[in-house]
């Protein structure tokens, strides 16, 4: 028998990719080489629908930690690697030994094998497997058999040369690997909203970069601090690289000035589009996201959000559009934003806002303010003050 330190990591939604599986699978195994890559020794290698990770025996708990916030991945075991040829005698004894680590843990009383045969050279079957374990381990241990509702399951997976035996299983995030979609720009405020919809655009295989408006003076350094707190937060699923930040205060003002007060926030967000494309561009992001919803606040009806899109360049992805604030405070708890977003200190999108916000505005309405600025050079103006901070 070999040595415990490996973690045995699945996925799911990949299968479905056909002609792209080769290329999310090797996606994925380079953010799991970047997650454990300062673990000393530790290893990533793929095989049978599988992606194997070998750490030392002293840094599994670590690298269990580090797995469950990498995309892609379903689940994941800490198994023992033994040999599988030629009986089961190696697989057995394994299995006894996870019951019984199981047992000084926990008070338990019963248990099922679940047998899965990758290498059909092996000449016992799956269920023959489970059967001629499970009894090994319930002679042993004294533990009943109970397979439909079991204190502990017990995983055999037999491929070429080996079988991997784990206790239990531990759940990832799902979805497709960061980065096996391309780059999006993801406009971060201090809320709860937009770091959730950056977790989500990350699921599906985005990897990030962020834009920030800042206000000062209206908006403090800590808010600004704040932002960069939420990224870092994303960045722990390896879902952010960067945050600019972009001065908003004098165009905020002029723009507030230019038209009527009711179109204040519609202006504000046009303008944040043009100035998020100039900034994707800079850093070859293909699409823009942001945490708008679909009449939680006042402003955000289905004719503010189509003004609000005219002025972008590129698609606009809205993960949290159909969500409720219920659902996307819990999602926020789950993903470790929500502490943070609730901190009281204000973003841009706080500052001159009309008590009565236009609900029906259209491109005709914002026309006559905006034609009293130069838009390019606002934007361009803007983005030549920014400042893009590396999120590590």
């Given amino acids: 028998m070999e040595d415990a330190g490996v973690l045995l990591c699945r996925y799911g939604e990949l299968f479905l990719k056909s002609g792209n599986?080769?290329?999310?699978?090797?996606?994925?195994?380079?953010?799991?080489?970047?997650?454990?890559?300062?673990?000393?020794?530790?290893?990533?290698?793929?095989?049978?629908?599988?992606?194997?990770?070998?750490?030392?025996p002293a840094d599994v708990d670590d690298a269990a930690g580090r797995l469950e916030r990498v995309f892609g991945l379903v689940s994941f075991s800490v198994a023992r690697k033994v040999a599988a040829?030629?009986?089961?005698?190696?697989?057995?004894?394994?299995?006894?030994?996870?019951?019984?680590?199981?047992?000084?843990?926990?008070?338990?009383?019963?248990?099922?094998?679940?047998s899965r045969r990758a290498d059909k050279r092996f000449p016992v079957q799956s269920p023959e497997i489970s059967r001629r374990v499970g009894g090994r381990v319930h002679e042993t241990t004294g533990l009943a058999v109970d397979v439909h509702r079991p204190a502990l399951t017990i995983g055999i997976e037999v491929t070429?040369?080996?079988?991997?035996?784990?206790?239990g299983t531990r759940g990832a995030p799902g979805g497709l690997p960061v980065g096996a979609s391309g780059r999006a720009l993801l406009l971060l405020s201090g809320g709860i909203d937009s770091p959730v919809a950056g977790w989500l655009a990350a699921k599906r295989g985005l990897a990030l970069d962020a834009v920030y408006f800042h206000s000062p003076?209206?908006?403090?350094?800590?808010?600004?601090?704040?932002?960069?707190?939420l990224a870092r937060k994303l960045a722990r699923w390896q879902a952010m690289r960067s945050v600019?930040?972009?001065?908003?205060?004098?165009?905020?003002?002029?723009?507030?000035?230019?038209?009527?007060?009711?179109?204040?926030?519609?202006l504000y967000r046009r303008m944040m589009m043009r100035i998020a494309d100039a900034v994707a561009d800079q850093l070859g992001a293909d699409a823009l996201v942001t945490g708008e919803n679909l009449g939680q606040v006042a402003s955000q009806t289905i004719h503010n959000l189509a003004t609000i899109e005219d002025a972008a360049r590129r698609v606009v992805l809205r993960p949290l559009l159909t969500y409720d604030k219920i659902e996307t405070t819990n999602l926020a708890q789950r993903i470790g934003t929500y502490e943070t977003s609730i901190l009281p200190f204000d973003d841009c999108c706080s500052l001159f806002v009309p008590a009565h916000p236009a609900t029906r505005a259209?491109?005709?309405?914002?026309?006559?303010?905006?034609?009293?600025?130069?838009?390019?050079?606002?934007?361009?103006?803007?983005?030549?003050?920014?400042?893009?901070?590396?999120?590590a």
């Fill in 362 to 391: 259209r491109v005709a309405d914002v026309a006559p303010a905006e034609a009293k600025l130069d838009l390019a050079g606002e934007v361009a103006a803007a983005v030549a003050a920014s400042e893009r901070v590396a999120i």
């Fill in 244 to 266: 600019t930040v972009v001065p908003f205060t004098d165009v905020q003002k002029r723009l507030r000035q230019a038209g009527p007060g009711e179109l204040a926030v519609v």
């Fill in 21 to 56: 599986r080769r290329r999310f699978e090797r996606v994925l195994a380079d953010n799991i080489r970047a997650a454990v890559a300062d673990l000393p020794g530790a290893s990533v290698s793929t095989t049978h629908g599988r992606t194997l990770v070998r750490v030392r």
């Fill in 85 to 114: 040829e030629p009986d089961l005698e190696a697989i057995g004894a394994a299995a006894v030994d996870e019951a019984r680590a199981a047992l000084a843990r926990d008070r338990l009383v019963s248990f099922k094998i679940e």
């Fill in 160 to 167: 070429p040369g080996h079988a991997f035996v784990y206790g």
């Fill in 217 to 229: 003076p209206y908006v403090g350094e800590k808010s600004r601090d704040k932002v960069l707190s």
